[in-house]
């Protein structure tokens, strides 16, 4: 305690340094969530990423995931699991593009 008296600036200086480090890292923590899929045969990261990307590049996906499930090769087995992050389906699915339709 005596020490704290006598450094009072140096104290400040401390509490304010640890004031920013919490801020900083809550501020920096990732926020993307992370929802499972089971893999397909025939499916690749990269074929995988065309369906489940949301607004990321195709690229910046397959890191994403290459990350959250520890994969370091690139390779995925069908019936495993993995963990992908949470963003909307895009409009193509594996059966097609349905154009138009007299079907209402």
């Given amino acids: 305690m005596n020490w704290i008296k006598k450094n009072r600036n140096t104290t400040y200086l401390l509490a304010f340094i640890f004031a ?26 990269w074929s995988l ?18 990350d959250k499930n520890n994969i370091i090769d690139g390779r995925i087995i069908a019936g495993h699991t993995l963990s992908i992050p949470a963003y909307k389906k895009t409009s193509t699915n594996k059966r097609g593009i349905e154009l138009a339709s007299e079907n209402e």
Avoid at 50 to 61: R, T, V
Wanted: hydrophobic share 40%; aromatic share 10%; glycine share 6%.
């Fill in 20 to 45: 920013i480090m919490v801020i900083l890292m809550v501020i920096n923590r990732d926020t993307t969530s992370y929802t499972n899929i089971e893999v397909q045969e025939g499916d690749t990261l």
């Fill in 49 to 66: 990423s065309g369906f489940y990307k949301g607004d990321l590049s195709k690229s910046e996906w397959v890191s994403l995931v290459k």
